[in-house]
């Protein structure tokens, strides 16, 4: 029998409180930038304590966004 992959609903239900990603010095990974979004998209709430985001040219996470939304 085939495992049943969740739907988006089933996946924000999963997590009601959200997500804390946290980040020790106030930065955060590309990788994490992008986990972010990801988050977003799925409607699963994202908190963090990051005040910055590395980026790379070709592709930057959460670009312009003003992360004390998150905290």
Do not use: Q, W
């Not at 699963?44 to 930057?60: D, G």
């Amino acid at each position: 029998m085939k495992a049943k992959h969740p739907d988006m609903d089933d996946i924000a239900n999963l997590f009601p409180n959200g997500v804390y990603i946290l980040s020790p010095e106030g930065l955060l990974t590309h990788n994490a930038g992008c986990i972010m979004e990801g988050l977003i998209d799925l409607n699963v709430p994202v908190h963090t304590n990051a005040t910055e985001i590395t980026s790379r040219h070709v592709s930057m996470p959460m670009n312009g966004k003003d992360l004390s939304e998150f905290v």
